[in-house]
């Protein structure tokens, strides 16, 4: 028997299934023990249909879904068309005509995941998602089965390869953010409308998710703070390589006494931290546990044959399910109540950039504003001045978010001084 599959889009990473299929046809089988058919691919028009076909694809494309949902031979509907409609409507329909489900969409997954989980249950077929996350690296199966034992307590990632690239240069190469963007979008890593990327988004959906698998508890994606790199200056940059760190866009996602905490914001990583040195495009997925203790993988986060792979290996993981007739399995059986985390439990170190009033007693002002919410100073510098006003940077001892919150609030009425930046830091 032949599984045939339909196709939801055949961009960049639709395209570089046919490749997997062909160079691994044997170890493909072997796993299946099916073979797997690419029976229709949906595309957006006719135009599209014949730029594909002129190009040598011989697929049998079609422009309406019903001529694959209504299709009854086709089992696995793949959607890689990305965003949120109209995949969700494609997805919903095709489990409810009982078609197992493969995606790569962590946008429609992180704000739509429930739903859609639900109708899978409800209908009794698969839906997978191992390239929504780090699309190459298989953090998602890695966490539902090896780590069924083990008891995570923090995850922290970069979860996304353009905001990595662009810091990267920024931080090896001294770039501004702007070169940095522009580069990013020459070389295609960076969208036209970058916003998702750069501003924490795209990885605060990935946070969505680990937050499923890793701890069992589904938080909605508003409650996942988010804080990009476009506000990241030069002066910032070089102020961490000479306190010995590197800024990342870091995933952040633990569980404390009171509950879960989620958040992406850039951070300042030691330079010894194994997520230091993940560099480019990209991505790491670093993992704190009571069994394994520090784990950390690391893989390409995007990319045709990467996401490729992943999207390859849920299909064969639900053929070979269909063989052995334990196809409605979730795809991850955690499952706990949501409890945020209390802000006065969610602790770190944090720096801040402050320009103030070059002169006698601001020091002591700001030592007392800080005193004030008893948070301790662990470094203290002063730069740039132009002898009227300085940049003064501190790093803290660690200090809760209602402390932050408290003392960015009195910064602000203060008058005198400007808050640059504040960056979470992550300690030795
Ligand atoms: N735009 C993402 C990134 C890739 O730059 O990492 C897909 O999630």
């Known amino acids: 028997m032949t599984v045939k599959i339909g196709l939801l889009g055949f961009g960049t990473v639709a395209s570089g299934i046919p490749f997997l299929l062909k160079e691994n046809t044997e170890k493909i089988q072997q796993a299946a023990q099916e073979e797997i ?11 599209e249909k014949e730029r594909l076909e002129a190009a040598g694809h011989a697929y049998h494309f079609v422009t309406n879904v019903d001529e694959i949902l209504a299709d009854d031979e086709i089992q696995i509907v793949v959607e890689l068309m990305g965003r949120i409609e109209p995949a969700k409507t494609f997805i919903s329909r095709a489990l409810e005509a009982g078609k197992h489900v493969v995606t790569a969409n962590k946008d429609l997954l992180a704000v739509h995941g429930s739903e859609l989980r639900g109708l899978a249950t409800k209908h009794g077929v698969a839906l997978y998602y191992e390239a ?6 298989p953090i998602l199966r890695t966490l539902s089965n090896s780590f069924v034992s083990d008891k995570v307590t923090r995850v922290l990632g970069v979860l996304n390869g353009t905001s990595n690239f662009m810091m990267t240069k920024m931080v090896d190469e001294g770039w501004t953010y702007e070169e940095a963007l522009k580069t990013a979008q020459e070389l295609g890593y960076a969208e036209s409308d970058p916003t998702n990327d750069v501003e924490g988004i795209d990885a605060a959906y990935k946070a969505v998710i680990l937050s499923q ?10 409650n996942v703070e988010h ?3 476009s506000k990241i200056s030069p002066d910032d940059v070089a102020v961490a390589q000479e306190l010995g760190y590197v800024i990342k866009l870091v995933g952040d996602i633990r569980e404390t006494a009171s509950g879960l905490s989620a958040e992406v914001s850039p951070t300042f990583l030691p330079k010894a931290h194994p997520l230091a040195s993940v560099n480019g495009v990209m991505n790491a997925v670093f993992m704190e546990s009571i069994g394994i203790g520090q784990s950390m993988y690391y893989g390409p986060g995007a990319g045709q044959k990467p996401t490729a792979a992943s999207v390859t290996a849920d299909i064969i993981r639900i053929v070979r399910r269909l063989q052995d007739q334990t196809v409605g399995k979730a795809f991850n059986e955690f499952s706990r109540p949501l409890q945020l985390a209390a802000p006065d439990d969610v602790r770190s170190e944090y720096y801040f950039s402050i320009v103030a009033p070059d002169k006698t007693g601001t020091l002591l002002q700001l030592a007392e504003m800080f005193n004030a919410e008893e948070i301790s100073f662990k470094q203290i510098l002063q730069q740039a001045s132009d002898g009227k006003q300085a940049r003064l940077v501190i790093v803290t001892h660690s200090m809760s978010k209602t402390q932050l919150e408290n003392v960015t609030a009195k910064l602000a009425a203060a008058g005198d001084f400007t808050l640059q930046n504040t960056f979470k830091v992550l300690g030795e």
């Open 37 to 47: 058919e690419i029976a229709k691919v949906l595309v957006r028009d006719d135009a």
């Open 132 to 137: 929504a996350v780090a699309g190459g690296i």
């Open 213 to 222: 698998f890793a701890f069992g508890m589904t938080i909605d994606f508003d």
């Open 227 to 229: 804080k990009g790199i």
